[in-house]
């Protein structure tokens, strides 16, 4: 095997070489092999993404809402102590699989829209996990797995995510992260050092996001929730302790983002009976669920569908959803858009494309080549030293993840830049998407010639910027990352395969 890792190597290509090397050097021990075998079929898989967090942080109505459905679980339920993957398939299928290695499967039943889990004569205890096929696009290119909660009472449940996650001995069963938080408490800090602990190494290190869930509770379910909750979210961007452990961090107002992507339209039309109620006595009425159900007013919906609006969009979505339509909104599809825009459902799916679909061959490598790393650093073998050092070199110099650190970088902390000057930063790193075209602010249709001459002028620019003595260290230090994104930018455009089809830098 060739192992110099050169500038224009596709991370999976390298991962890949890696594998097989390692497969070769293992070759008669099966429990090594199986483990880099599992590794190699996982470059092949859709990216893996965890949902993480404490009980009742609001997992797996997140994930309903990015699937516009209602799949996982969200009471408290004995599936719901189970890792339980979602993946992309055309006939709808659940299946358990016991920690001896049967697997079983479990019928496939919708209740009130609901997919009902059913764990039957198996106890949460005996399996590994839980596996939901589902023909749904969102799935198309991620795997989402719901996890137990992290701060569990039961201890067994804790460990069992943390096994998942972190393990001891080996390599996280998931590429990327998503760390829902309430508020951050000393729990969640010390969960994200240990998980970055076990899974990083050198510049290389899982995809990492952090979302502030339940974020219309923090603004107390006032129609302005939405928008007071932003200053948390400029605290949480530049807390220290998060320094490093996440790329970013979103608001997500998680009940109305789901009840608002699975908007009915007999909801929409209480919703306008809603509308119709002279604003003071509404006001009045929304002061508590409890008076919101119970008045008895015949020109209300009725007792049942007043309940339903509460348990599916609480108070602020019904607040919203009310003041939406008095501005001007006029059927349930525009208003189901605008609820999910205001829930900052779309800001977070913008952000998982970016930082997770749009680097998935990065995060897959990363998983790839840390396995490969840790079982010839464990278990060397004289003629596996050579791919100890590739795997070392790449974990060391991944240039993507340097860029993914960069941008959490500048959205948490004051660089000394000028505002232009730091939107062109990170743009030109991958901020705002990965493809040549969006790193250079260019329309898709601008010929290769025009990015070309584009992202010459930008390496120049940073260039100068590098070698300015007055330039601060920390300043010179980003302006470095620039100029080998903009080398990166022009090594894909002259490549001879390149189209301008192709996405990622």
Request: one cysteine or more; aromatic letters at 4%; glycine letters at 6%.
């Amino acid at each position: 095997m060739n192992t110099t890792i050169t500038r224009n190597s596709a991370p999976i290509d390298t991962a890949r070489d890696l594998l097989d090397g390692a497969l070769r050097v293992y070759r008669k021990e099966p429990s090594i092999r199986a483990e880099l075998e599992g590794h190699r079929r996982r470059l092949d898989e859709p990216l893996r993404v965890a949902l993480v967090g404490s009980v009742k942080a609001g997992k797996s109505t997140l994930l309903n809402a990015l699937l516009s459905e209602h799949l996982a679980p969200t009471d408290a339920r004995e599936c719901t102590r189970v890792v339980t993957w979602y993946r992309h398939g055309a006939t709808p299928k659940v299946e358990a699989f016991e920690l001896t290695g049967g697997v079983t499967g479990l019928p496939v039943v919708r209740q009130q829209e609901r997919l009902e889990l059913d764990l039957g004569e198996l106890g949460a205890e005996s399996l590994d996990r839980l596996e939901v096929v589902w023909p749904a696009e969102q799935l198309n290119d991620l795997i989402l797995i719901d996890t137990p909660g992290t701060a569990s009472i039961s201890s067994e449940v804790s460990s069992r995510t943390q096994q998942f996650l972190a393990p001891q001995d080996g390599v996280s069963g998931v590429d990327a992260v998503v760390y829902m938080l309430r508020s951050l408490h000393t729990s969640d800090i010390d969960f994200l050092h240990h998980l970055h602990a076990r899974t990083s190494h050198g510049a290389s290190a899982l995809g990492s996001i952090a979302v502030l869930s339940r974020a219309d509770e923090l603004g107390g379910g006032r129609l302005d929730a939405m928008v007071s909750v932003n200053q948390a979210v400029k605290v949480l961007r530049a807390e220290p302790a998060l320094t490093g452990l996440v790329e970013a961090v979103v608001p997500v107002a998680g009940l109305l983002a789901l009840a608002s992507s699975t908007l009915r339209q007999s909801e929409y039309a209480a919703f306008v009976a809603l509308e119709e109620v002279p604003r003071e006595t509404l006001q009045s009425l929304l002061v508590s669920a409890d008076r919101f159900i119970s008045t008895e007013d015949e020109t209300l919906p009725s007792v049942r569908v007043r309940a339903r609006l509460v348990e599916r969009f609480g108070l602020y979505g019904i607040r919203l959803a009310v003041a939406t339509l008095r501005s001007g909104v006029t059927d349930a599809t525009m208003l189901s858009e605008e609820l999910v825009r205001r829930s900052g459902l779309d800001e977070l799916r913008s952000t998982l494309d970016i930082h997770f679909r749009q680097r998935s061959q990065e995060l897959k490598a990363h998983s790839a080549v840390l396995a490969v790393h840790r079982a010839l650093s464990r278990q060397p073998r004289a003629e596996g030293r050579l791919l100890l050092e590739t795997a070392e070199e790449y974990l060391n110099n991944s240039h993507a993840f340097r860029e993914m650190r960069l941008i959490s970088r500048v959205r948490s902390v004051d660089l000394a830049m000028e505002e232009s000057a730091l939107a062109e930063l990170t743009q030109l790193i991958g901020g705002n998407g990965t493809t040549p075209h969006q790193r250079l602010g260019l329309d898709e249709d601008a010929s290769p010639d025009e990015l070309y001459d584009a992202a010459h002028e930008a390496l120049w620019r940073w260039l100068d910027l590098v070698g300015n003595p007055l330039t601060e260290r920390e300043v010179a230090a980003a302006c470095r990352v620039v100029v080998r994104s903009c080398e990166g930018i022009i090594d894909r455009l002259t490549e001879p395969t390149w189209t301008a089809a192709e996405t990622p830098v």
